[in-house]
């Protein structure tokens, strides 16, 4: 009986341990994760910029420059962002909603329709029509605000 019990609250203290071990490497995990979508963020909107002063008159229409944050950013978008969200990846600091998780398909549209718009941009604006190529780039510019507004908190 003894030795039963001391059996099994070994037992308990190995499940513990091997319990703290993977929430450990699951948080290393999650940090990386949040790290990962959050640097795509901040590219996106790194190459969106410049781009976005142009089309508000903020500075010079210049068709060169746009047309380079156009590929750039349509070559960011060939990256698999989705790997970022692992399920249930969430912490304090992030502002993903849990409804990404709960409407998975929905969330990959959102991206595909980013993925489509950048690209689409980046073959406007090699043609050299300003009114074709801003036009565009309101389109890729709302596949952002229309991702957010689901699937990002505030
Ligand atoms: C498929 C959905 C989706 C698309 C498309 C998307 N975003 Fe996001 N974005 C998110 C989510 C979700 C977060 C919050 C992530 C978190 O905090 O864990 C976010 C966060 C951000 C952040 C904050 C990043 C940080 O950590 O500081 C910026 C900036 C941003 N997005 C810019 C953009 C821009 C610009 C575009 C378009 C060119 C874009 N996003 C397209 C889903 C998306």
């Keep these: ?37 959050s640097a795509n963020m901040i590219i996106y909107k790194w190459y969106m910029g410049p781009m976005g002063r142009m089309a508000k008159g903020e500075m010079p229409y210049d068709q060169a420059l746009f047309r380079k944050n156009a590929e750039a950013l349509a070559t960011v978008a060939r990256l698999d962002l989705l790997t970022g969200f692992p399920k249930g990846s969430l912490d304090e600091d992030s502002e993903a909603k849990p409804e990404i998780w709960e409407n998975w398909t929905g969330f990959e549209e959102k991206f595909k329709a980013f993925q489509k718009e950048s690209e689409k941009l980046a073959g406007v604006v090699a043609k050299g029509d300003r009114t074709a190529t801003l036009a565009q780039f309101k389109n890729t510019g709302k596949t952002c605000g229309g991702c957010h507004k689901k699937f990002r908190e505030k």
Excluded: H, P, W, Y
């Design 1 to 37: 009986m003894v030795k039963r019990l001391s059996v099994s609250v070994c037992l308990a203290a190995l499940l513990l341990s091997i319990g703290s071990a993977v929430s450990a490497t699951e948080n290393k995990g999650l940090q990386a994760a949040l790290d990962f979508r």
